[in-house]
């Protein structure tokens, strides 16, 4: 548990009172391959912070195709990313538009966001580190929108790369395809071009 301390305060520090709030309304859950926090069609009103393993969230068209939106990794990766839940649902109470599911065994702290949002409510210590969670949240989607229509798609892998240099071990290239928008066969010649440039 203290490394979710740890990854509390790399957003905003966290007093070990706030802390003792928090452990309280949170409990350890394991989700395994191919199960689902979160789906469409319902409302959706849990978050966690994740301890091990992978979800993305991705959205089906019509077609039955699929768009990665985002990886949910855990703590340890030291991303802004590891609180996960479907926020529009969770935070509107409406039905829920994307999928969150394990592409790994999963660990996490699971809670209810009523309960979440009480504490921010009561406590302020707690609702500044919610407050700076959600601006690294959105400037972190609105880089990701600029690169993803300013880049070429091998800079955008290799950017990929970069943030999220444990991931291409845990998850299909097709997920990785989707998030930075190209088609598996592309970023298998994206990935063939690099290692030749070796």
């Given at each position: 548990?203290?490394?979710?301390?740890?990854?509390?305060?790399m957003v905003?520090?966290?007093?070990?009172?706030?802390?003792?709030q928090?452990?309280?309304i949170f409990?350890?859950?394991?989700?395994?391959?191919?199960?689902?926090?979160?789906?469409?069609g319902?409302?959706?009103?849990?978050?966690?912070i994740?301890l091990?393993?992978?979800?993305?969230?991705?959205?089906?068209?019509?077609?039955?195709s699929?768009?990665t939106?985002?990886f949910?990794?855990?703590?340890?990766?030291?991303?802004?990313?590891?609180?996960?839940?479907?926020?529009?649902s969770?935070?509107?109470?409406?039905?829920?538009?994307?999928?969150?599911?394990a592409?790994?065994?999963?660990?996490?702290?699971?809670?209810?966001?009523?309960?979440w949002?009480?504490?921010?409510?009561?406590?302020?210590?707690?609702?500044e580190?919610?407050?700076?969670?959600?601006?690294?949240?959105?400037r972190?989607?609105?880089?990701?929108?600029?690169?993803y229509?300013?880049?070429?798609a091998d800079?955008?892998?290799k950017?990929?790369?970069?943030?999220?240099?444990?991931?291409e071990?845990?998850?299909?290239q097709?997920h990785?395809?989707?998030?930075i928008?190209?088609?598996?066969t592309?970023l298998?010649?994206?990935?063939?071009?690099?290692?030749?440039d070796?």
């Amino acid at each position: 548990m203290q490394e979710v301390r740890k990854y509390l305060n790399m957003v905003s520090p966290i007093s070990k009172n706030s802390w003792d709030q928090i452990k309280e309304i949170f409990i350890e859950r394991t989700y395994y391959k191919g199960e689902f926090f979160a789906k469409t069609g319902r409302v959706e009103s849990k978050l966690g912070i994740l301890l091990d393993g992978v979800f993305r969230a991705y959205i089906s068209k019509d077609d039955g195709s699929q768009y990665t939106k985002t990886f949910f990794t855990p703590i340890h990766f030291k991303t802004p990313i590891s609180f996960v839940g479907a926020l529009s649902s969770m935070t509107t109470s409406t039905i829920n538009q994307v999928n969150i599911e394990a592409l790994t065994k999963v660990k996490l702290l699971e809670g209810k966001y009523e309960d979440w949002l009480d504490l921010i409510n009561k406590n302020r210590e707690i609702s500044e580190w919610s407050r700076k969670l959600t601006e690294l949240f959105f400037r972190g989607k609105e880089q990701n929108e600029f690169e993803y229509f300013t880049l070429q798609a091998d800079n955008r892998y290799k950017l990929f790369k970069e943030r999220y240099p444990e991931l291409e071990n845990l998850v299909n290239q097709y997920h990785i395809a989707q998030f930075i928008g190209i088609t598996p066969t592309q970023l298998s010649r994206i990935r063939k071009k690099i290692l030749l440039d070796k």
